[in-house]
């Protein structure tokens, strides 16, 4: 049996051949010293439907073995505004300091995404309207986050409404979006910049109602510009039907242009049924769209956030499959260490975490275990890191191919790198392995300000033998 699913998930994998291509990726960001920077983690619940949730350093190093750079942190407005009976409560932001600074001390830049899950007396129209003052309470919410972090270079930005609604407002989604929504977009905006200027805003469309879905998905298109600075279009995807990725994608790069924003996909990943833990079949059906949807990113250049990084003490019931969660780890706990490796394993693949230069386009290949990547460099930027998981993806060891420059590899068996090949004026030495995070940091490319391709395939590489004639 376990032979069979092994040869059903190479075929999947090699099935997946995706046809959506960019030539060279505009997506992604930039970091302080102008390092191109691929944002991919997970949304950090302080809370699930159970309780609260905080997790310790350790988790947080199992976020980034799992290749994890950003964390999204997912906060609860009733504990922030003073909106009807609810009060700002100063111990759950502690909370939410000590999550950003455990992330910062695990090397993870921090987003906040304001939910309004469990905030008493909350509604969208109101909102929408501001029949008594709901938008200034609302930013007043944000104002404590903008507060204690606008100093904080580890903050990237704010994704400033989550999963908007139109509930029963009688009106058109493309009404919604133009004259209410954008407008409060860009009210916030103006009422962030104060605090700081070089800050992120993630902006997101519509959640449309139940019965209303574009292509399956459901959220509303935006048809106009938001007239501000610094916006990161945050859509989100929960697609399990493989005909839909794509067309998805394609619509979101669409937006992304006509709002000159870089896309972040602020959440992916269609949630799991009780059945599926238990299901050989079900677990290849997620793998195959997972892939699909994972391929297309990096094809993109996209930032990915997978929700959530959680355990599974509690269910959802709100799809015709039966009860289903997001949770990552199906542990009956809210921190959760039994990972379902059918989506793990995809969510932690290898990929170019940030780039000292500009990265042209990368993949990383399921079938073969190869990532390829290629870049133009700029040394002047610092370093760079390779996110590679090599516990997870490369037991056997890894090999990393660096232009015609250099050949180096990880063998299970050493702690360290070993180089098989180097040119002339190289430096095998500025090519470093951290165990612990399982990245491949360059401290400088081989050749600067020029086009590098890096391979990383699995094995560890042996020298040709000589006396062994091939044929041509």
Not at 29 to 44: A, F, S
């Amino acid at each position: 049996m376990l032979h069979r699913t092994c040869e059903s998930l190479l075929i999947i994998t090699i099935l997946l051949a995706s046809t959506f291509s960019f030539a060279d990726i505009k997506h992604g960001l930039r970091d302080n010293d102008g390092r191109h920077m691929i944002p991919r983690g997970y949304v950090i619940n302080t809370n699930d439907h159970a309780g609260s949730v905080d997790f310790n350093p350790e988790d947080y190093l199992r976020m980034v073995r799992m290749g994890a750079n950003v964390q999204v942190i997912r906060l609860e407005m009733g504990k922030l505004s003073e909106l009807g009976d609810n009060t700002f409560k100063p111990e759950y932001l502690a909370r939410v300091k000590r999550a950003t600074r455990l992330g910062r001390e695990a090397g993870i830049k921090t987003v906040f995404k304001m939910t309004v899950y469990g905030a008493k007396g909350f509604s969208w129209e109101n909102l929408y309207l501001n029949k008594n003052n709901e938008q200034e309470i609302y930013i007043n919410a944000w104002k404590h986050i903008w507060e204690t972090f606008k100093d904080n270079n580890y903050v990237i930005g704010y994704d400033l409404v989550n999963e908007p609604r139109k509930k029963d407002m009688d009106i058109s989604y493309d009404q919604l979006t133009r004259q209410y929504l954008l407008p409060l977009y860009e009210k916030i905006i103006d009422a962030a910049i104060p605090y700081s200027d070089n800050k992120q805003f993630l902006i997101q469309s519509i959640f449309m109602n139940k019965g209303d879905a574009i292509n399956k998905n459901q959220y509303a298109e935006i048809t106009k510009k938001i007239d501000r600075k610094n916006i990161i279009f945050a859509p989100h995807i929960y697609q399990e039907n493989l005909d839909y990725i794509a067309p998805t994608m394609e619509r979101f790069d669409k937006e992304s242009k006509l709002l000159d924003a870089p896309i972040l996909v602020g959440e992916w990943g269609f949630p799991t049924f009780v059945t599926t833990d238990n299901s050989v079949k079900e677990q290849l059906n997620y793998i195959e769209f997972y892939i699909k949807t994972a391929e297309i990113f990096d094809e993109m250049g996209v930032g990915s956030i997978k929700a959530w990084f959680l355990g599974n003490r509690t269910y959802q019931n709100f799809l015709p499959g039966g009860p289903s969660t997001w949770a990552i780890f199906s542990d009956k706990q809210a921190i959760g260490t039994v990972e379902r490796k059918y989506i793990t394993d995809i969510i932690a693949r290898p990929y170019p975490q940030i780039i000292a230069g500009d990265i042209q386009n990368f993949k990383f290949n399921f079938a073969t275990r190869t990532l390829n990547l290629n870049i133009k460099s700029d040394n002047a930027k610092g370093v760079s890191r390779i996110f590679v998981g090599s516990d997870r993806h490369y037991p056997d060891g890894f090999t990393a191919y660096i232009s015609d420059d250099l050949i180096i590899s990880k063998s299970p068996m050493k702690t360290g790198l070993e180089v098989h090949h180097s040119t002339t004026n190289t430096q095998p030495s500025e090519v470093i392995w951290d165990n612990d995070k399982q990245q491949l940091i360059l401290l400088s490319w081989p050749k600067d300000k020029t086009h590098i391709n890096l391979k990383i395939k699995p094995g560890v590489y042996k020298a040709p033998d000589p006396s062994v004639k091939t044929s041509k």
